[in-house]
């Protein structure tokens, strides 16, 4: 296939040398000049999509991808496939579908789970939304620059299922960070503490997979000085991106909002900006009930 790749990033780069491995021809842009492994870059978004089978997009918010799509549906052939992978609000997730739509160009929403590692070994999780004839068109790139794809419905499905993803684990890691953080002043052993907790019934992926305290668990940022991992930002992008949806949609969601405004002030106000998400552990044992 052709693939016109645009947003050659930290998370696009790899995923564009991937297909390029597998022996995809793709041609990528990217505003700040940046190009990836086996990929032919061009001057132009025009140049880079209007001879592709499938256009990747890998871009850093809606409004972004917005402008992008103004350019490029337009410029490429009736009936390819417009693939945007990157984390956006769903209304431009939906705009951007129905640009595709008058333009005669299937488009699937498909953000991803699993961070650079995950892009760079292939192995990213991709939640789809868009018709049945437009996942099948993207299906086989997901295969190669992931090991699951999951077709969650009509377009917005993706973004969607992301969010709602995310705001469990934001708040689950907030969760689990408190209670460590109480442990600690009630004086019980952190490894006791996992040892019942990961066998128990507030066990949880940030528990059991991805640790928040130091020297328990398996290897996980905390581990590591608290380095990313998963940023403290990019969790609160994607919490915000809930709380929009939420508004949109009249949907209570009080943990949700309150998991927001921690990482909010965490990132914005405190040292959490750079750090791995479960900093919030060293930020509570500072902490008193009154801060
Ligand atoms: P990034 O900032 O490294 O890459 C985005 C790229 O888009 C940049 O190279 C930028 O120059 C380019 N770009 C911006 N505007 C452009 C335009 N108009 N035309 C062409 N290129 C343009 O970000 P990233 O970490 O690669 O993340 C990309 C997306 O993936 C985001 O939506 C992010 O939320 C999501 N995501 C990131 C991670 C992660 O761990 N980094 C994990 C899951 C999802």
């Known amino acids: 296939m052709i693939i016109g790749f645009i947003g050659l990033g930290n998370m696009g780069a790899p995923m564009a040398a991937n297909l390029a491995t597998a022996g995809h021809d793709v041609i990528g842009f990217d505003v700040a000049g940046t190009s990836a492994r086996g990929v032919q870059n061009v001057g132009n978004i025009t140049d880079a999509v209007k001879d592709a089978d499938a256009v990747i997009t890998m871009l850093p918010n ?12 337009p410029a490429m052939k009736k009936g390819a496939v417009h693939i945007d992978c990157s984390t956006v609000d769903v209304d431009s997730a939906r705009a951007a579908g129905d640009a595709a739509n008058k333009h005669g160009i299937l488009s699937v929403d498909a953000p991803v789970s699993g961070g650079v590692g995950g892009a760079e070994n292939g192995t990213l999780t991709f939640m789809a939304g868009g018709s049945a004839d437009a996942f099948a068109l993207a299906a086989p790139l997901f295969e190669i620059m992931g090991q699951k794809a999951v077709h969650c419905g009509d377009i917005g499905a993706g973004q969607s299922a992301k969010i709602c993803n995310n705001m469990i684990l934001g708040i ?23 040892d019942v907790v990961s066998t128990s019934s507030g ?20 581990d590591n000085d608290y380095k990313p991992g998963f940023a403290a930002e990019l969790m609160l992008k994607d919490l915000r991106l809930s709380q929009q949806a939420a508004q949109a949609s009249d949907a ?26 479960s900093a919030m552990l060293p930020r509570f044992e500072k902490l008193g009930r009154n801060g």
């Open 172 to 194: 689950t890691m907030i969760g689990t960070c408190e209670a460590f953080a109480l442990a600690d002043k009630l004086g019980l052993d952190r490894q006791k503490m996992f």
């Open 252 to 277: 209570a969601t009080p943990m949700g909002q309150a998991a927001t405004e921690l990482y909010e002030q965490f990132v914005e106000q405190e040292d959490g900006m750079g750090r791995d998400f």
């Open 62 to 73: 809606g409004a972004i991808l917005r402008a992008v799509a103004d350019d490029i549906l």
């Open 203 to 222: 066990y949880s992926w940030t528990m059991n997979a991805y640790c928040p305290a130091p020297g328990v668990g398996p290897t996980s940022p905390a």
